[in-house]
């Protein structure tokens, strides 16, 4: 059972560079979401997806953009990436309540 | 202000131990409530849904409290097991489907 995947596990990138963090899920899930984690912040909501097609900000979307290509992937974009965008990124998929899954992390250091 | 605030910690408790956390959310219309557990470097993972009448699962109860916004979670007869941070989430007022995080309380249970 995958349930949700991220790619990659960890990356280390340069100011300036872009990247896109992909993120897929199998359980047919129709709200997709990406959150950030900082030491002594707790996940903080960067973007989310309620349904395919549509994609909304959240606390933090500053410096990043989303596409729900599908049903099944939701990716995240550093256009310019800064080291205040050094962090762990969560994916996370729900249907309906209560739970959201989560991936196992993105591990992003950018220097 | 943030919209969901935890005591970060860390609760440093002996095995056997009845701990408690709390949790409070600034917007009113809140609609739905949980308490996710994370392990460290690890993704969060639910623990329990928060219903307005109280609910228990085994040693954990959970409390919701509206007029006074705020949410509790208690963990009686602690194990070893228990050492994690405990994560507040709110579905708040503005989408059913935007999941705010709080940044987490830790708990340290010792032998």
């Known amino acids: 059972n995958a349930g949700v995947t991220q790619t990659p596990k960890f990356q280390v990138l340069k100011t300036g560079q872009s990247m896109t963090l992909q993120c897929a899920q199998d359980m047919n899930h129709n709200s997709m979401y990406w959150y950030r984690q900082d030491p002594g912040m707790g996940l903080r909501l960067i973007y989310y997806s309620a349904s395919e097609g549509t994609t909304d900000k959240g606390e933090v979307p500053n410096g990043y953009n989303v596409s729900r290509l599908n049903k099944r992937e939701f990716s995240l974009r550093l256009e310019s990436a800064a080291p205040s965008q050094t962090s762990v990124y969560f994916c996370a998929s729900r249907q309906g309540w209560p739970e959201a899954f989560f991936g196992q992390g993105t591990r992003l250091t950018v220097v | 202000r943030k919209e969901v605030e935890q005591d970060p910690g860390p609760f440093n408790v002996p095995e056997g131990a009845t701990v408690a956390f709390n949790c409070t959310y600034s917007n009113s219309a809140s609609q739905s409530f949980f308490w996710y557990r994370q392990d460290c470097r690890k993704e969060p993972k639910l623990l329990m849904s928060v219903y307005s009448s109280g609910n228990e699962d085994g040693r954990f109860t959970a409390q919701l409290n509206r007029a006074s916004q705020y949410i509790s979670l208690l963990i009686r007869d602690s194990k070893l097991s228990d050492s994690a941070t405990y994560l507040c989430?709110?579905?708040?007022?503005?989408?059913?489907?935007?999941?705010?995080f709080g940044s987490g309380t830790r708990l340290l249970v010792r032998p």
């Open positions: 989430v709110v579905n708040t007022g503005d989408s059913s489907y935007k999941l705010i």
